[in-house]
């Protein structure tokens, strides 16, 4: 069995389910995938590096 394959499935305390696959974590390092938390992050600081200054020197050049 492949390391990175479906986790098996568990079993659910005894409420007519029989059987639900577990979820899987966001990030693996070793598939090389980035988490979306992370580009989230790096999006709102490159719009906070950009818009800020411009929102400054408006404020500025406004008075």
Known sequence: MHPLSEPP????A???QAWRKRQRP????EEGGA??????SLVKAAVL???LPVAV???LLSH
């Open 9 to 12: 499935a568990t079993p659910v």
């Open 14 to 16: 005894s409420s007519g």
């Open 26 to 29: 966001a990030y693996h390092p």
């Open 35 to 40: 988490d979306r938390s992370e580009w989230t």
């Open 49 to 51: 590096i950009i818009l």
């Open 57 to 59: 020197i408006a404020l």
